[in-house]
């Protein structure tokens, strides 16, 4: 649909949302399992604040404007043994968007999502050590609010380039901010994976 329509859907494929304040944009989601494992540990989430359901599931119609409570989205990688990976992202994503919803700040959206993964695990011995990312954004009226923990990424694409926003919680971005490594030598270093701040894990 085109901006102002009294309407949006997720599906099938970009959605333009009209906001209260006239701005419109375009929300599109989607994970891949890859070619390594055999179970993705990716989950996102979109939720509009004025509902009380939650997430908005995929494949549905949701009549209406945005409201001017806003907009939330969020992006987790999950990490851990078996399928615990999942089961942190698709915790981080549920509590984050709980809890944003009630009106928490992002920080403390954020502490309560790292609370909870913690708890699981603690409860599941299969799922000791498991942990996820999360990159997240809330949009109200003109302005956006945006908070991660890991290296699941923010971008800004303006004037046709694409820019990072955020900056990685990540062994090899320590290194890179010390001098001893650069973005081009990072790609190829054998902890580039391992991240220095996870939802669930540590302090």
């Not at 006239?22 to 399992?33: H, K, N, P, W, Y």
């Not at 990716?42 to 409201?67: C, K, Y």
């Not at 309560?112 to 949009?139: D, K, P």
Request: hydrophobic share 40%; aromatic share 4%; glycine share 12%.
């Amino acid at each position: 649909p085109e901006p102002g329509l009294e309407s949006w859907s997720r599906a099938p494929g970009p959605v333009m949302m009209p906001t209260p304040a006239g701005l419109a944009f375009r929300v599109f989601g989607m994970t891949d399992v890859g070619l390594v494992r055999d179970h993705n540990e990716d989950n996102f989430m979109i939720a509009d604040l004025s509902l009380e359901s939650g997430p908005l599931p995929s494949e549905q119609v949701i009549p209406g404007t945005v409201s001017s409570r806003g907009i939330a989205f969020a992006v987790c990688d999950g990490m851990g043994g078996a399928a615990a990976g999942e089961v942190a992202s698709q915790i981080a994503t549920d509590t984050f968007s709980e809890r944003v919803g009630e009106g928490h700040s992002h920080a403390e959206a954020v502490l309560s999502a790292h609370a909870a993964i913690a708890q699981s695990a603690e409860a599941q011995q299969a799922q000791q050590g498991m942990g996820s990312t999360l990159v997240a954004m809330q949009i109200e009226a003109q302005h956006a609010g945006l908070v991660w923990v890991g290296d699941s990424r923010g971008y800004l694409w303006r004037d046709g380039r694409l820019s990072v926003v955020t900056h990685d919680h990540s062994y090899v971005q320590m290194l890179i901010d010390q001098g001893h490594l650069t973005d081009e030598t990072a790609r190829d270093h054998p902890k580039r994976n391992m991240v220095t701040q996870v939802l669930g894990l540590g302090e």
